[in-house]
T-cell receptor
Framework: NAGVTQTPKFQVLKTGQSMTLQCAQD?????MYWYRQDPGMGLRLIYY???????DKGEVPNGYNVSRLNKREFSLRLESAAPSQTSVYFC?????????????FGPGTRLTVT | QKEVEQNSGPLSVPEGAIASLNCTYS??????FFWYRQYSGKSPELIMS????GDKEDGRFTAQLNKASQYVSLLIRDSQPSDSATYLC??????????FGKGTTLSVSS
């Protein structure tokens, strides 16, 4: 039981390049989330998917798109990377959405945009 | 703006002491409260959840919730150097996702 996995672990992009961060969970959770974590800013929600087939914006969605590919997988895409998107990105999942249920985090992707 | 506030620290305690970490939140409609531990360079790890007023104990950890004062705390008894980490308070508000505080850094010296 791997829990939440993320690929890649590290990535360096040039400004304007695109990439997709992959996330998968094997806990049969319904809800999945993408966060970014910056020094002094804490964890901020980018997008979430309450259930398969639905996605919603979080606090900082600009510059990102997501796809809930199936119940297990939730990807985050940067269409045209900017230096302001340099951050650590965490994927998380929970049995049910939003309140009440605990979220479990993946190991993170460290992204640098030059 | 709904907020979760934590003292950034660092909070320094000697080994064996009690560490007390505090968190306040702004939305009275908040329903669920969580404490995550994050080691440097690692992902957040859930250590406690609390949903009703009072204390909840799990091993050396005790979470305390006071909804009237909009205050949640985490006590770590018999602190160990391995407890040195950043502790994130997270609050679930009705109909919205978790709001995280910026975290308190705890340093336990041996």
């Amino acid at each position: 039981n791997a829990g939440v996995t993320q690929t890649p672990k590290f990535q360096v992009l040039k400004t304007g390049q695109s990439m997709t961060l992959q996330c998968a969970q094997d806990m049969n959770h319904n809800s999945m989330y993408w966060y970014r974590q910056d020094p002094g800013m804490g964890l901020r929600l980018i997008y979430y998917s309450a259930s398969e087939g639905t996605t919603d914006k979080g606090e900082v969605p600009n510059g990102y798109n997501v796809s809930r590919l199936n119940k297990r997988e939730f990807s985050l895409r940067l269409e045209s990377a900017a230096p302001s998107q340099t951050s650590v990105y965490f994927c998380a999942s929970s049995p049910q959405p939003l309140e009440v249920y605990e979220q479990y985090f993946g190991p993170g992707t460290r992204l640098t945009v030059t | 703006q709904k907020e979760v506030e934590q003292n950034s620290g660092p909070l320094s305690v000697p080994e064996g002491a009690i560490a007390s970490l505090n968190c306040t939140y702004s939305d009275r409609g908040s329903q669920s409260f969580f404490w995550y531990r994050q080691y440097s360079g690692k992902s957040p790890e859930l250590i406690m959840s609390i949903y009703s007023n009072g204390d909840k104990e799990d091993g050396r950890f005790t979470a305390q919730l006071n909804k009237a004062s909009q205050y949640v705390s985490l006590l770590i008894r018999d602190s160990q150097p391995s407890d040195s980490a950043t502790y994130l308070c997270a609050v679930a508000q009705a109909g919205t996702a978790l709001i995280f505080g910026k975290g308190t850094t705890l340093s336990v010296s041996s």
